[in-house]
């Protein structure tokens, strides 16, 4: 198929469309996380709908001292990218066409929400993402409109734009692209050195460790639950070899998970210990916050929390700075 390339706002107002329209928003430097958003577009569209991809640095959501004037501009190799992930347009404006009166006086505000983590480290960001978020929704009228999970307070604010000012539109958040290695795709990796990059590993690492600490307390949780609720527990699951993961069962499921052995703080606590011998590194990692946060506030969850929860890791390695996060799921207390 051939991607068709549009500039202005009235290129795509006066594009003939059929069936859904499929939206995906970038900041261009598109790699295969981005790829991947494109082909779950394609296929929510379908064969008779539309997927358009903006290419479009905001200067809105970038600070004092950010990386405005250094970040990768490559749309030649963004149309092809977008192209071979089967986009039929993308919509590539100018700041001028976007904000043609200037950087905007009404802005769109992130409320509390975007007053933590990411937001604590970069005041105004989320303000100005939402702010060009709404002005693109408006420009390409789109029926959905995915964004990758790897920037999970901006679709979980995203999400409550949508919801509270009643955008007609569905968002889809599409799951973190990897390499390899585990470190999740970003446009910034590209400025990490061979160094800076092993280092860089422990922000997925330190996630896994925290992933795995979590399966397993909930693994225990499950054993005791289907485990008799009497002495008997302990003698079958003794029966099978199993004393010690009997007794920790017990302790988990019958009392308040302890600040430092369990619940969401040892979930945090194992992912602290590999970002903490990361700091120890060459290059170091300079850590900004881990936390596991509710994804419908971003607020750090409480002990004995049950439902959805969300993994967060922020931090610096050289003079680039990273994201990643995982999601999780807690049982229900038994």
Do not use: C, W
């Not at 693994?219 to 002495?231: E, M, Q, V, Y």
């Not at 998970?257 to 903490?276: H, N, Q």
């Not at 890791?313 to 049982?331: E, H, Q, Y």
């Amino acid at each position: 198929m051939t991607t068709t390339l549009l500039h202005t706002a009235e290129s795509l107002r006066t594009r003939a469309r059929e069936g859904r329209r499929a939206v995906v928003m970038t900041m261009g430097a598109l790699h295969d996380g981005h790829a991947s958003l494109i082909r779950a577009a394609r296929r929510i569209a379908g064969a008779e709908g539309e997927v358009v991809v903006t290419v479009f640095v905001n200067p809105l959501q970038f600070g004092a001292g950010e990386d405005l004037d250094r970040y990768p501009r490559t749309l030649e190799a963004d149309l092809k990218i977008a192209e071979q992930a089967g986009a039929d347009a993308v919509f590539a404006p100018a700041v001028d066409e976007v904000y043609p009166g200037g950087e905007p006086q009404v802005r769109i505000g992130a409320g509390p929400m975007g007053t933590v983590l990411e937001g604590a480290t970069r005041p105004g960001h989320f303000d100005g993402m939402l702010t060009v978020v709404a002005k693109l929704l408006h420009l390409t009228r789109p029926d959905v409109a995915l964004f990758g999970q790897k920037d999970a307070q901006q679709l979980a604010l995203i999400r409550r734009m949508v919801r509270d000012l009643n955008f007609d539109v569905e968002i889809v958040g599409v799951p973190t692209v990897r390499e390899d290695d585990g470190l999740a795709l970003s446009s910034r990796n590209r400025y990490l050195s061979p160094d800076e990059r092993r280092t860089a590993l422990a922000l997925s690492q330190a996630l896994f460790a925290g992933r795995d600490r979590h399966a397993a307390q909930e693994a225990l949780r499950a054993r005791a639950a289907s485990a008799p609720a009497t002495r008997a527990r302990a003698v079958a699951l003794s029966a099978i070899g199993e004393s010690r993961a009997a007794a920790d069962a017990h302790a988990v499921a019958h009392s308040a998970p302890p600040a430092t052995t369990g619940g969401p703080a040892a979930v945090v606590a194992a992912a602290r210990l590999v970002l903490d011998e990361a700091a120890r590194m060459r290059p170091p990692l300079r850590l900004d916050y881990v936390a596991l946060v509710d994804p419908a506030d971003f607020t750090e969850v409480r002990p004995g929390h049950t439902g959805d929860a969300v993994l967060a890791v922020a931090a610096k390695v050289g003079a680039t700075r990273l994201i990643d996060n995982i999601p999780l799921t807690f049982g229900a207390a038994v």
